[in-house]
């Protein structure tokens, strides 16, 4: 587990199982690996512009809606590219970012169906493990992050 995440699960007094699974490269292959249903598995997209990131935090049955964030922040924000993510999360394995994006400096988003869901599933900061938390304990995790509707099923 990361230690930023660590942190933040200690400083928020959070309840949470870790859930062990196969290793997995990318959020739907973690689904079925943990055989956890893609709506309660929150995946962390990293956005910048030249004013610098912006964490978005959704299901991974769903993707982002740039023109919605654009709307929002009033930024043109894209997704950043691979290698800036080792440099900002350096203690997470690439694709494997936990949602606590605020915990890193960064303004974060929270999907709203995803905040709706009775228990999420997010990533600990490796692709062998995650956490598991029922939606009060996630969303207090969450309470920095704005909550918004910005996605769309894939």
């Not at 997995?24 to 929150?42: E, F, I, N, Y």
């Not at 949602?99 to 890193?104: D, F, G, K, R």
């Not at 920095?144 to 099923?153: G, N, Q």
């Amino acid at each position: 587990m990361s230690a930023t995440l660590q942190d933040c699960l200690r400083q928020k007094s959070s309840r949470y199982e870790v859930v062990n699974h196969p290793h997995s490269d990318t959020s739907m292959q973690t689904a079925a690996a943990a055989h956890v249903p893609g709506d309660r598995l929150a995946k962390t997209v990293l956005l910048e512009d030249d004013n610098g990131y912006v964490g978005a935090v959704l299901p991974t049955t769903q993707a982002v809606r740039l023109t919605d964030l654009w709307a929002r922040t009033g930024r043109h924000l894209v997704l950043a590219k691979e290698n800036e993510l080792r440099k900002l999360f350096t203690d997470c394995d690439t694709g494997a970012l936990p949602p606590v994006c605020m915990a890193y400096g960064m303004q974060t988003f929270l999907e709203q169906d995803l905040a709706l869901e009775p228990e999420v599933y997010f990533e600990a900061g490796d692709h062998e493990a995650l956490i598991h938390m029922e939606q009060r304990e996630f969303l207090s995790l969450m309470e920095a992050a704005e909550i918004a509707h910005f996605s769309y099923r894939m």
